[in-house]
C-alpha cells in the first residue's frame, strides 16, 4: 500500500480510495466468466454514480439491478440507464406515484413482486389512472431437499413451476400491468464462498450442496420460465451472482445474469475456489493512541458488515501486514485497536489500511470515494451518501 501512501499523502485519514485497476480487471474478468450473457450491474454493491457510469461502458454489461424504487427513479433520471430492475419488492407509496407520473421512467424501470398482495398494493398507491407497470416475478432459488429444510435466502414464496404459473395468470388478468420478466438469485450458491479458509470440511459440505443444489436449480428453472413463457413472452430471464456466473451462465432459460460484489472484491469474496477479484476498494485509519508498546488504536473503523453475526463480518487489517483486531474490543464505533508485529512500529498520524466485508457498505460510510490510476490520484467522486442519497 505504499502507493497509496504516497498517492493520497496530502489527505487526511478515515478516507477511501479505489483502485480503478483492479475495479477494470474485476469488471472484465466477470465478462469472461459470463460467457457472453449480459451482466445486470447490482448497484447495491456498489452506490457511486461515477462507478456505475463505468462500468456501464464495460461491453457486456447492460442495465441496473438496484435494490429500492427511489434508487431506480434517480438512477433513470441522472442518465444512468434505461432499464432498470428493482430487485426488491416495494411498498414506497411515494415512489411509486413518482413512478406513475413519469412515463419515460415506468418505461424503463421493471418493479419485483411475488404475490398478489403486491399487486393490491400497487393498484391501492396509484389507481386505474396511470401507465402499465412493468413486473418481474421472483422465483425462490433456494434447495429444498428434505421437507421443511429450507437451504438459501428467505425471500420469495413462489417455488414451483405450478405456483409461478398461477402468479402470472394473476398478473395477465390484471390491468395496468405488464409481466415483463422473471428472476431467481441463487444466494447459497452466488453468496458462499466454497473455499473457507482453513475449514476443509466446511469446503467440501459446501460443494457437495452447491453442486446438487445448482443441478436442481437448473432443471426447474426452466420448468419455471416454460410454464411463464406458455402464457406470454418474456423479456428477460434474470440469475446468479458474483460467485455464480459460470454455472448460471450456462443454463438455457437465462437470458442475463447480475453481479457486483465481483467488481469490489470485498474478504467475502476471497474464499472462492474458481475466481479471485483483486480487492478495489481499500479505507485508511490514522492511530491515535498508543496503549502499550504493541498495541495501536485507530480512530473510528466500526464498520460492520450486515449479515449474520460473526468474525467474517469485521473488516480485516490490510496494511502494514502482520495486524489483527482484537477480541475484546474489535471494530468499534470511534476506535479500533489493533495488535501484531506491525503495531509496535506505528506511530501517532500514521495510516492502517483495511478491506471491508462486504462490497458496497464502505459506501454508506464515507461521502466521497477517491479514485486512484496507475500511480495518481484521478478523481475525488461522492458515494450515495455524498450526494444525500440513502436507499436504507
Same mark, same amino acid.
Given at each position: 500500500?505504499? %502507493?497509496?501512501?504516497?498517492?493520497?499523502?496530502?489527505l487526511?485519514?478515515?478516507?477511501a480510495?479505489?483502485?480503478?485497476d483492479?475495479?477494470d480487471?474485476?469488471a472484465?474478468?466477470?465478462? %469472461?466468466?459470463?460467457a457472453?450473457?449480459?451482466?445486470?450491474?447490482?448497484?447495491? #454493491?456498489?452506490?457511486?454514480?461515477?462507478?456505475?457510469?463505468?462500468?456501464? =461502458?464495460?461491453?457486456g454489461?447492460?442495465?441496473?439491478?438496484?435494490?429500492?424504487l427511489?434508487?431506480?427513479i434517480?438512477?433513470h433520471?441522472?442518465?444512468l440507464s434505461?432499464?432498470?430492475?428493482?430487485?426488491?419488492? /416495494?411498498?414506497?407509496?411515494?415512489a411509486?406515484?413518482?413512478?406513475?407520473?413519469?412515463?419515460?421512467?415506468?418505461?424503463s424501470?421493471?418493479?419485483m413482486?411475488?404475490?398478489?398482495d403486491?399487486?393490491?398494493?400497487?393498484?391501492a398507491?396509484l389507481?386505474?389512472?396511470r401507465?402499465?407497470?412493468?413486473?418481474?416475478?421472483?422465483?425462490?432459488?433456494?434447495w429444498?431437499p428434505?421437507?421443511?429444510?429450507?437451504?438459501?435466502t428467505?425471500?420469495?414464496?413462489?417455488?414451483?413451476?405450478?405456483?409461478?404459473r398461477?402468479i402470472?395468470e394473476? *398478473?395477465?388478468?390484471?390491468?395496468g400491468?405488464?409481466?415483463?420478466?422473471?428472476?431467481?438469485?441463487?444466494?447459497q450458491i452466488?453468496g458462499?464462498?466454497?473455499a473457507?479458509?482453513?475449514?476443509?470440511?466446511?469446503?467440501?459440505?459446501?460443494?457437495?450442496? =452447491?453442486?446438487?443444489?445448482?443441478?436442481?436449480?437448473?432443471?426447474? %428453472?426452466a420448468? *419455471?420460465?416454460?410454464?411463464?413463457?406458455?402464457?406470454?413472452?418474456l423479456?428477460?430471464?434474470?440469475?446468479?451472482? /458474483?460467485?455464480?456466473l459460470e454455472?448460471?451462465?450456462v443454463e438455457?432459460?437465462?437470458?442475463e445474469?447480475?453481479?457486483?460484489?465481483?467488481?469490489?472484491?470485498?474478504?467475502?469474496?476471497d474464499?472462492?475456489?474458481?475466481?479471485?477479484?483483486?480487492?478495489a476498494v481499500?479505507y485508511?485509519?490514522?492511530v491515535?493512541?498508543?496503549?502499550?508498546?504493541?498495541?495501536?488504536?485507530?480512530?473510528?473503523?466500526?464498520?460492520i458488515?450486515?449479515g449474520p453475526?460473526g468474525?467474517? %463480518?469485521?473488516?480485516?487489517?490490510? #496494511?502494514?501486514?502482520?495486524?489483527r483486531?482484537?477480541?475484546?474490543?474489535?471494530?468499534?464505533?470511534? =476506535?479500533t485497536?489493533?495488535?501484531?508485529?506491525?503495531a509496535?512500529r506505528?506511530?501517532?498520524?500514521?495510516r492502517?489500511?483495511f478491506?471491508?466485508?462486504?462490497?458496497?457498505?464502505?459506501?454508506?460510510?464515507?461521502?466521497?470515494?477517491?479514485?486512484?490510476?496507475?500511480d495518481r490520484l484521478?478523481?475525488?467522486?461522492? /458515494?450515495?451518501?455524498g450526494?444525500?442519497?440513502?436507499?436504507?
Amino acid at each position: 500500500m505504499r %502507493r497509496f501512501d504516497e498517492i493520497t499523502s496530502e489527505l487526511d485519514p478515515p478516507f477511501a480510495v479505489v483502485d480503478l485497476d483492479a475495479f477494470d480487471h474485476n469488471a472484465a474478468d466477470l465478462v %469472461r466468466r459470463a460467457a457472453g450473457r449480459p451482466i445486470r450491474v447490482a448497484t447495491k #454493491s456498489v452506490r457511486c454514480r461515477e462507478l456505475l457510469h463505468r462500468v456501464l =461502458q464495460v461491453p457486456g454489461y447492460a442495465g441496473l439491478m438496484c435494490y429500492s424504487l427511489a434508487e431506480a427513479i434517480w438512477l433513470h433520471r441522472e442518465g444512468l440507464s434505461d432499464d432498470i430492475l428493482v430487485a426488491y419488492p /416495494t411498498v414506497d407509496r411515494s415512489a411509486l406515484r413518482d413512478l406513475a407520473a413519469d412515463p419515460a421512467a415506468a418505461a424503463s424501470i421493471s418493479l419485483m413482486v411475488d404475490s398478489v398482495d403486491h399487486l393490491d398494493l400497487i393498484d391501492a398507491a396509484l389507481g386505474p389512472d396511470r401507465p402499465a407497470i412493468r413486473l418481474c416475478l421472483e422465483v425462490d432459488a433456494s434447495w429444498r431437499p428434505l421437507l421443511g429444510l429450507h437451504v438459501g435466502t428467505r425471500r420469495s414464496p413462489v417455488h414451483t413451476a405450478a405456483q409461478t404459473r398461477r402468479i402470472a395468470e394473476s *398478473v395477465l388478468r390484471r390491468k395496468g400491468f405488464r409481466l415483463v420478466g422473471l428472476m431467481a438469485y441463487e444466494g447459497q450458491i452466488a453468496g458462499l464462498g466454497d473455499a473457507p479458509h482453513g475449514q476443509p470440511l466446511k469446503a467440501a459440505a459446501l460443494r457437495w450442496m =452447491q453442486r446438487r443444489s445448482a443441478a436442481e436449480l437448473a432443471e426447474r %428453472r426452466a420448468a *419455471v420460465v416454460r410454464a411463464v413463457q406458455a402464457l406470454t413472452p418474456l423479456e428477460f430471464v434474470n440469475g446468479g451472482g /458474483t460467485g455464480s456466473l459460470e454455472g448460471t451462465a450456462v443454463e438455457r432459460a437465462v437470458t442475463e445474469v447480475a453481479a457486483g460484489s465481483g467488481l469490489i472484491g470485498p474478504t467475502l469474496f476471497d474464499g472462492y475456489r474458481s475466481f479471485r477479484p483483486r480487492p478495489a476498494v481499500f479505507y485508511a485509519l490514522p492511530v491515535v493512541h498508543r496503549p502499550t508498546a504493541r498495541i495501536a488504536t485507530l480512530f473510528g473503523g466500526g464498520y460492520i458488515a450486515s449479515g449474520p453475526v460473526g468474525a467474517d %463480518r469485521a473488516p480485516v487489517p490490510h #496494511s502494514p501486514g502482520g495486524l489483527r483486531l482484537l477480541a475484546t474490543e474489535g471494530a468499534g464505533e470511534v =476506535q479500533t485497536p489493533v495488535a501484531g508485529a506491525a503495531a509496535g512500529r506505528l506511530r501517532l498520524g500514521d495510516r492502517v489500511w483495511f478491506r471491508h466485508a462486504k462490497a458496497g457498505e464502505p459506501a454508506e460510510r464515507f461521502a466521497h470515494y477517491h479514485l486512484v490510476a496507475a500511480d495518481r490520484l484521478t478523481a475525488t467522486v461522492p /458515494t450515495y451518501r455524498g450526494e444525500g442519497r440513502s436507499f436504507g
